[in-house]
């Protein structure tokens, strides 16, 4: 059994924590806090087809260094994960590379949507967290853009009483604005994915679950109106959640002037007005998680000319920090980092609890770094960010792990 002795609690209790991992240590832990490890309901992990960028043996360790042990991977990739063949194969294929890197980090995997896979889900109900549907086109070719695709996939997830998480951008408007914009670059992301995608998109998806009274997860939630229209679904009884990314929550779309295409992802970033409004949410409920659409490209990727340059940044090393700091700042709590990053996964996708922790130096101050990453792509939009509050330990199924 290893001890932490005298470890501050995210309640402001001192205890002993005791860890049965068939050791005999004991840490002086007096100026350290314990807090739930986190689980990240949104990540891409790169198995199978882009290994080069991300791998469960890379993505795994940075997922330990963020404080993460469960993680909710997306099935946009190659090929898509959208029968019970290629859920198997991924499966499989992520046993493999977690053994290679001995971490036996908990994962779950969502089934990508197509127009015409909806009577596969009673096959894989039991092996998937959920149904992954893509109202407008993203990373990868999953794609489900006609209404009468859409409903179809909403009645016979509610049939079987499966979650449907819907990335929600509208794929007409992205190519109406697409034609409006010659010759753009990388700031005019921004304006051909606009803030109207999501809204139009986000309206489609809750009168859906509304009319068939299906789970509804809608994914990296962007913008103020996004906000109000699941404020009031909410308020109607409509079984509907919404998920932020720290990425929406720290950075705005000022960020393209430093970051170019290190600044680009589906959905893009907003004002400053809405990242208001994100916080506004988080603190009045409205936010039910936080998930880091961690997303790898490489560097030469990114350093395409737009629009070659791929959409995504990575962020499950950074998440925690970014939160610990705006604690510091008075901007959130420890009691919702916890509910954002752990307790409200659990309620809304039924997941049991488990005795995984993550224990932090609360004050430590330092910058991120990209040479200091896991993560197989090696960079992050937040290289030198100095921030207050790091992992130093990760506990999972009684394991410790020095970050």
Known sequence: MSLFKQINTAEQKIIDLQIEDGLDDVID?????????????????RAPGHEYKENWTTASAAALAGGVTEVFDMPNNNPAIVSQQTLAGKKNLIEKQLALAGIPLRYHLYFGA?????????????????????????TGDLLVDKPADQEKIFQKSSDLDLIVAVHAEDEAIIQNQKQKIQNPNVSDHSKIRDRQTAITA??????????????????????????????????????????????????????????????QMNPPLRTSDDQQALWQAINDG??????????????????????????GVPG???SLPLLLSAHHQGKISL???IDLTR?????????????????????????????????????????????????IYTILNNKIYII
């Open 202 to 263: 986000v309206k489609q998806a809750i009168l859906l679950a509304e009319k068939y009274q299906t789970r509804l997860y809608i994914c990296h939630v962007s913008t103020k109106e996004e906000i109000d229209l699941i404020r009031q679904a909410k308020q109607k009884g409509i079984k509907v959640y919404c998920e932020i990314t720290p990425h929406h929550l720290f950075l705005n779309q000022n960020a393209y002037d430093k970051l170019g295409a290190k600044a």
């Open 114 to 138: 197509t127009p015409d896979n909806f009577n596969k889900f009673s096959h894989i109900k039991d092996q998937t967290i959920g149904i992954k549907m893509f109202m407008g086109s993203s």
């Open 316 to 318: 499950i090393e950074t």
């Open 335 to 337: 009691q919702k980092i």
């Open 29 to 45: 832990a007096a100026h350290l806090t314990v807090l739930p490890a986190l689980i990240d309901p949104h990540v891409h992990f």
């Open 343 to 391: 307790r409200n996964i659990q309620k809304i996708f039924n997941l049991p609890n488990n005795n995984d922790w993550v224990i932090v130096a609360m004050n430590q101050t330092k910058p991120v770094n990209n040479t200091k990453l896991k993560t197989k792509c090696g960079w992050s939009p937040f290289n030198g960010w100095e921030l207050i509050g790091w992992p």
């Open 286 to 311: 409205t936010i039910d998680t936080i998930g880091t659409d961690h997303a790898p490209h490489t560097l030469i990727e990114k350093s395409q000319p737009y629009p070659q340059s791929p959409s």
